[in-house]
């Protein structure tokens, strides 16, 4: 029976920084590290899998968003070229290509290979991207062990995400149901004004969810045909979630 294992919170230097950077975790050896792609449209609550199933399977949580914003805090003189480049479109409100990411994932192969086990979070997002993720990982004689690909209904995802209000001042998160505030529409920290973003209404949701879908498809069915893709359903408490998460990788392995 596959259980969890409970570990320290995983230090990631050397997949924030790149380069020569390395972090704590790198001479780990667990005896079956685990190396996971996490799928999931927002709203389904990927973020919160990933905190959970880092900590209790000890595999660093390894998310190309977390480079992006990294690299805004690094001097210039510290960031690789790709950083640089990435952030070059970003602030032009371009996405990013294809190649510059895999350059981030690249320069931080070593990551990949760790004995402490990934779980990538936000890469791969095209089946370029994963075709190349697959010659990286063959490089450093590493495979994916499964691809977790967390689904919720639409509705499910609009009342999640429609409910959601953000602080004005210091961006605590609310929920209209599921966290509400002390005082309507009023921060329980700074007691500054709460507000919905534009992004989180119920027509802009549909939107970026039809979006997410005509993108992912393609991986989806890349996955599903190597064997690798195992859908998890994203409804309930982020505790039965992560049970439900650890059973699909324990009906893997048996």
């Not at 570990?7 to 997949?15: E, G, H, L, M, P």
Request: proline share 4%; charged share 25%; aromatic share 6%.
């Amino acid at each position: 029976m596959f259980k969890a294992i409970m570990q320290v919170k995983s230090d990631r230097t050397a997949w924030l920084k790149g380069g020569d950077a390395r972090c704590k975790m790198a001479s780990r050896k667990l005896a079956h590290p685990h190396r996971l792609v996490l799928l999931g449209a927002p709203g389904v609550g990927k973020g919160t899998q990933a905190e959970l199933l880092s900590e209790g399977l000890g595999a660093c949580h390894l998310s190309t968003g977390d480079i992006f914003r990294a690299a805004k805090t690094l001097d210039a003189c510290d960031r690789t070229p790709n950083m640089t480049n990435a952030l070059g479109y970003m602030s032009r409100g371009d996405l990013v290509p294809d190649e510059i990411v895999l350059g981030l994932v690249a320069e931080r192969s070593g990551c990949l290979r760790c004995r402490g086990g990934f779980l990538l979070d936000g890469f791969p997002r095209t089946v370029a991207q994963a075709e190349a993720l697959e010659e990286v990982l063959r490089k450093q004689k590493v495979a994916l062990e499964a691809v977790l690909s967390y689904d919720l209904p639409l509705e499910q995802v609009v009342a999640r995400l429609s409910g959601r209000r953000i602080c004005s001042v210091c961006k605590s998160v609310f929920h209209v149901s599921t966290r509400p505030p002390k005082m309507s529409g009023i921060c329980d920290h700074c007691g500054a004004a709460l507000y919905q973003r534009e992004d989180d209404r119920p027509e802009s949701i549909r939107v970026r969810m039809a979006a997410y879908e005509t993108s992912t498809s393609p991986l989806s069915e890349f996955y599903r045909s190597k064997g690798l893709l195992v859908s998890v359903s994203a409804e309930g408490t982020p505790e039965e979630i992560f049970e439900r998460s650890l059973k699909a990788l324990d009906g893997r392995a048996g």
